[in-house]
Each structure stands twice: as structure tokens, then as C-alpha cells.
């Protein structure tokens, strides 16, 4: 950027410029293993108490099942930040009483890699993939290295600053989303050059358990039989010792322009590498997911749905940055202290306030030597760091950052009209004079004085902060969020494996009871070779054995003759009722006229008028008694899907589908017409939309919702309703007549809840029409009591039958009934 040091000092000290900075975001993330009292790493599941580790946003678990993450939102004031993370500790102590939380970035004693366990997140998509990823970690990088843990400070400017820099400093036709991408950019690479800084004074990882290393390291010494440490260590954490890899050493990712950032890891995140080659996770490429680069600050945009970080940043540039070369505070109950994130906000602006030309290959292999001498050994006296061809002390170079930040300090204490930014900054400049005062000193020697190996150590301090953490007074206005954020997202996650249990990714276009069918496939190794995809038109392949089979269900299993004869609703009512089969008596119309001639016959009794050829329940509409004008509008709505219709008494009772395959019950569901409940605030129309949206309705697929057309309208207003009425509280309001599931209807499963009878009666109905998948729809006015001419009524027998409304039901179980079909069609499991 065409500015300096100097000249944006100046600039921000005039004209309360300095008020531009009010308005910066913070926020912050810790990493943390809990372990039980003994001081072992916890064999326990994330706590359920805490939510859905998928889907809270505050409190989620990182590599392993072991280890919490928790994540603030983002703040205005740094003190709000660190409020919101303590409110966060204390809700998993009052929750998780039985275990503590390590105090160190470097983990506790470990137990063997395969017992290290990976995160869970569910049975969802996403949740899988996450698992997946971590198994990739720990085959690239071993189980022990990931356990390691750290704190993250989360960083953006105003709006307001960026405008008033962009005004002063902008180029001619560069975009203000251009401008910021290069602010952050310039900020970062100084950051990197600088970061060694933070790691000096903030350092607090000198010491490791035994359990985390294979072999002896030259930069460590042996305490006691169970410790190593660095005697002028200040983070092993940052060394490569903790968090490293040798191929992504050898990867260099630009911050020298986003498109250079975006390009490298582009190529990181396609390009195979040999030393991934047959591992485990979710692919053999350099970087599985943009997560994976380990970098000490990062490029941050909030992606939206489906997209990638990548993506995110491509179209909408960076919108903040996440520091994570942070050590955890291992005296501080939850691992930083304010005065340290105070001086992380300084150290930012000092980054953005320097000069910061783009970094070269040896620049950057430069900035990663320094960076490792000062974890390893940053405490040892006279220690230097080498810059382009010189060499300075640590301690000089120290000194002129902290002297340069002076200013910087002072325009933040001015802004927010305090001092602590001006004390944050003089208890660095003490440490430069007396080094035993840094974190990592006052570790090894607080251990050696205690006689404590860094295990007992750590378990000592881990059992003094949860005593802390139980008076959590001034965290009580957050603690209602993270109560509600945890039970909602365990409805969150719960929700989202619905959804994507409800189809099989890839082929969302296709009839979800075809999905259903080739996800069964897909778990017994079945080929799947899609012929017409708009038709639903497969075939499956295992071995030598081929089936084709379109729409789930039409089969090679059925003649064509039986597919006429369940379509022809008057000629399967014929052929049933030849069998002794109950059915509805009715009449059968070819055209309006003839029908209306007829009404006096069903004018008394509430009927049903239905198109005599069809399926799904489309064009059926109940008709109440003395109600001529509906009848006009249900026969002309059954005209308008076929060439007759059929006009039948309505049978009292419940509705059944009963599923038949290979002339055999295979499950059995209850059917409820379109229907909402009323909770004495909304309208109808707004909560048939509220639960076309709750996937725990089954109301997601789009063709199967609750819809407000002509025939539930008309049905409303029967009931002396409209889409516009606000129901009772608890009051039911059916919107439709017929209860099939494709017009938005309930299936609740009763497979194992009705009388054996009524199972005879549904295969005895498939053998007559010689249909070996058969929908039978029943009405039944007790489903306890064996089955009589009196008690039921078969109202339809359907070819096709959708397998989804078994498969997914409101209430009860689901029945795998895409099982069933393969069976049927010989691929036994």
C-alpha cells in the first residue's frame, strides 16, 4: 500500500480520525481436550448437555472427540469476546462436572494413536465428510500431533476505516472490496515476519509429556521420567515439533495478492501428492480441505450455502482474519488473558501501519526459521534472528517493534478513552528486561519447584480453574444463549439428517422413491446405470443379473395387464369384489352431463369423485351431502384428468396403505389428509409454509407439500374457513379430502399395529389383480378387530406404489422397503 508508518500515525491523530477504529470486530476460538480426573485424555462422547457438536455454533469439537472448540461471536469490544468465552467454559462446567479441561496447548498424557478417537458428527452427509477429514489428518500427520491445541483471535476493521482509507489511499478504478483484499494482505505478510514476536512474549508450550514424542529430540531435555521440556523453549507448539508437516514445508501459498493466495491453494487442494498415496481421507491431494494449511494467520470470508472457503473469498474477498499462532494460557481459566488480546488488536495495526512488500522464497523460508528458533529456543540470551542478509538479537528487534507500537497504543487509548492498551503494552516491555517472567519460564520453573512432571503439573492447574469456573456471575446474561444455541442445534442436526436421508446426493432431481431404491443398491454393491434419468428409468447390475426398473416400482415383476387393471379404477373394483372383497359402491360416468343427471342418487350421503384412470390421489375431491355446486366443481376437476369418472359413497373411518410385495404385507401406513395445527397466532396459510419447511413433517419435497389450490380452498371453505384464518390453538384443520402423502398428507406407520386379517385381505387384493408391488388403500373403522365386510372398505388398489411414504413417516418406524423390492427382484443382501 502506497502509505507509512509515520504518515498514518499522524493521520489518525488529527480530527479524532482515531474514533475509525471504534468499531473493529473480535472474536475467539479455543481449542481444549478434556480428560477425565486422573488427568487422561476423556473416553467419553462429546457431552450431549453441550449440543450437536455439527451444528453449535459456539461449542463444537476439533480433531478429536476429546477436544472442545469453542467459538465466540464476533464483537465490537475485546472484553466482550473474552466474556462470552468465559460464559462458555463455565456452561460446560456446570454441565460436564465429572471432567476437566487440559490447561496446555500440548496435550495431556496420551494413550496409544488408535485410541486417540476421531470427531463424531452424525449420520448426515457433512457430518461423515468431517470424520472422514480427520481420518485423513491423522493418517498424514499421526493422531498425537493433532491433539495439540491453541486459542485463535478472529480480527476485522470497520466499514468505517476502510472507507476512510480508501478515500486517502485508493488507486485510480480499484473497488473497495480490492482495496481491503490488499489491506488484509499487506497486514498478513507483516504478520508473518513479525509473529515470532507473539510466540516470545506469549509463548506458554515449553514442555511436552513423553506420550507425544517416538524418539528424542535435540532441542529437548529429559525432567523427572515422563517430561521433556526446552530450557530456553517458549512454545514447542509453533516449533516443528507441534504443528508441521514436511509436505506442506515444501508448499509455499502466496499473500502476495489473493489471486496469487487462491491460485496456490488451488493447486494445494487438486494436486496429488506421493506422500498421500493410498492414505485414508478425503482424497490424496497436498491439502484435502483449505482447513488443512496450517498457517499462522489466515484469509477468512463467511461462505455461504454450498459453497467452499475458497469459493467464498473468490467471489467476495476477504472479511476478516483469523490469528492462530496463539498459545493457550495455561493460568487462565479459559487460555487468554485480556491484556494479551489487547496487544494481538495493537500488533494488528502495527501490521497494517508498516511498509510490507510482497514476500520472496527466501524471505518466506527465511520468516519460518525465525519462527522455529524463537519456539525452540526464543529465551536463550544473545539468541538472533536473521533479516534479508543481517542479524539482530531478539531482543533488540523486540525492543524497536514495542517502541514503534507506543503510538498505536496511545490512539486506541484515546479512542476508547481509557489506559489498558498503554499498560498492555508496557508489560511486553518488561518482559524484554526480565525474561523469567515470560509464561514459558515461569512453566519450567513452577514444575521443577513443585516437583511436578508436566503431566501433574497440568492437572493441578486444570483443577484450579474449574474451581474458578464455578462463580461465573458476570456470564449469567449469556448463559440463555448457549442453553438455546445447544438444544436447537441437536434439533439442527436432527434436521439435516432428515433432509438428507430424504435423498441421494447427486441425483436430488430424480422420484425420491427412485433414490430410495438406488441408495439400497448402492450399500449391497449394485451397479447402477441410469437410462432415462426425467423418467426415472434404471437398471441395476450385480454379476451376470440385470433388472431394468423405472419409478421404483414398475417392474419386470408385473404383466402389463395388471398395471390396466389397477389404473381402471371401475375394473379393479369389479375384479375385487369378484374375489369377496369389500369395496364402495358406486357408479362410473363418461361424461359431465350423465354425471350431473345422476346426483340425485348420491345427493343425501358425502361421496367421493374420483378420475377413473389415475394414481397419487390426483383429481379425487370430497363432496358433503346436498352440496350440488361442489359436486359440479369436484366432476369437473376429475374430467380434467380423464375421460370418466367414478362417483362412490365415502366410507367412514381411517385410511390405510397397505404395501404389498410378492403378494405379501410388507408395511403398512395410516393416511391423513393435508392438515395443519392451529397455535392461535398464524394463519393457515402461513403454517401449511411453516411446515412444508420442517423436514421433521416430511414436507421437503417439492412435490409432495401441502399446496393451497382450488380443491382445498374449496375444502376450507366447507369448514367456514379461509387460507387467511387464524386457528384455535390445538385445533386440527385438515385442508384436503383424501390423504394421499403426494398432496400433502401425513403417513404414520402402523405395520405392526393392525389386525393380521386386514394383511390377508391386501395380498388376497394383489393376487387378484396378479401384482407383485401393489398399493392397497383401505378404510378401516377399527383396525383391532378382525376384518368383516362391515369394518372395511378397499377404496383403491394403486400400481407404482411410492415406497418413500414408508420410508419416511411422521410418526413410528421406517420400514426399508426399497430392501423388500430388491429381494424381489433377486439381489438378495
Known sequence: MNWNFKQLIEIFSKNNNFKHFRYSKHGLERECLRIAKDGSLSKTPHPSALGSALTNPYITTDFSEAQLELVTPPFHREEDASIFLKAA?????????????????????LPKESDIPLGQYGDS????????????????YGRKMQTV??????????????????????QKGQSIQDFINESYLHMMRNFLRCSWLNTYLFGAAPAI??????????????????????????????????????????????YNSLEQYIQDMTYALTTPSPAYKGKKGLNENILQIE??????????????????????????????????????????????????????????????????????????????????????????????????KSSKTLIDLAGKILKEMQPIADLLDKNFNSERYGKSLSMQVEKLSNPESLSSARIIREMKEHQESFQEFGLRLARENKKVLNFCQETSSRKAMLVQAATQSIQDQKDLELIEDSYLAGFEDMETSTQMLMKEAFKRKIEVEILDRKEDFIRLKKG???????????????????????E?????????????LSVPLGEAFADLDQALAAYKKFQNQKIIVKPTNTNYGIGITMVPANSQKLYLEALKIAFSHGKSVIVESFIEGQEYRILTIDYKAAAIVNRIPANVIGDGERSIAKLVEMKNKDPRNYKFFDKYDIKLGTTERAYLKEQNLKVHSVPKKGLQVFLRANSNVSTGGDSIDYTDKVHKSYKLIAEKAALAAGAKLCGVDLIIKDIKVPATPDNYSIIEIN?????????????????????????LLGFKS
Open 544 to 566: 451376470g443379473k440385470q433388472e431394468l426398473v423405472r419409478k421404483a416400482t414398475f417392474t419386470t415383476k408385473d404383466s402389463v395387464i395388471s398395471y390396466w387393471l389397477m
Open 209 to 254: 509429556d513423553k506420550t507425544y514424542i517416538d524418539k528424542k529430540v535435540k532441542a529437548l531435555e529429559r525432567y523427572g521420567w515422563n517430561t521433556y521440556y526446552g530450557p530456553y523453549a517458549t512454545s514447542l507448539r509453533m516449533s516443528n515439533i507441534g504443528y508441521y508437516s514436511k509436505v506442506q514445508a515444501q508448499l509455499t501459498i502466496s
Open 149 to 170: 491445541s491453541g486459542t485463535h483471535y478472529n480480527f476485522s476493521f470497520s466499514e468505517d476505516l476502510w472507507q476512510f482509507l480508501y478515500k486517502k489511499f485508493a
Open 799 to 823: 400400481f407404482n406404489p411410492s415406497l418413500h411414504i414408508h420410508g419416511f413417516v411422521v410418526k413410528g418406524d421406517k420400514i426399508n422397503v426399497a430392501a423388500k423390492v430388491l429381494d
Open 568 to 580: 381402471d379404477k371401475q375394473v379393479s373394483k369389479r375384479i375385487l369384489s369378484e374375489n369377496n
Open 291 to 388: 482447513n488443512e494449511h496450517y498457517s499462522r494467520i489466515r484469509a477468512k470470508q463467511i461462505p455461504e450455502k454450498g459453497e467452499s472457503v475458497l469459493v467464498s473469498l473468490q467471489k467476495r474477498g476477504i472479511r476478516y482474519v483469523e490469528v492462530r499462532a496463539v498459545d493457550i494460557n495455561p493460568y487462565k481459566p479459559i487460555g487468554i488473558a485480556k491484556h494479551q488480546i489487547r496487544f494481538l488488536h495493537m500488533f494488528l495495526i502495527y501490521s497494517l501501519f508498516k511498509k510490507s512488500p510482497a514476500i520472496k522464497d527466501d524471505e518466506a523460508k527465511q520468516i519460518l526459521e525465525n519462527q522455529n528458533k524463537v519456539a525452540l529456543y526464543g529465551r536463550k540470551p544473545g539468541l538472533t534472528l536473521d533479516y534479508g
Open 125 to 140: 452427509t457433512s457430518g461423515k465428510k468431517k470424520t472422514l477429514y480427520r481420518l485423513g489428518l491423522s493418517e498424514r
Open 89 to 109: 467454559h463455565c456452561f460446560i462446567n456446570e454441565n460436564d462436572q465429572s471432567e476437566l479441561i487440559w490447561p496446555f496447548s500440548m496435550p495431556c498424557r
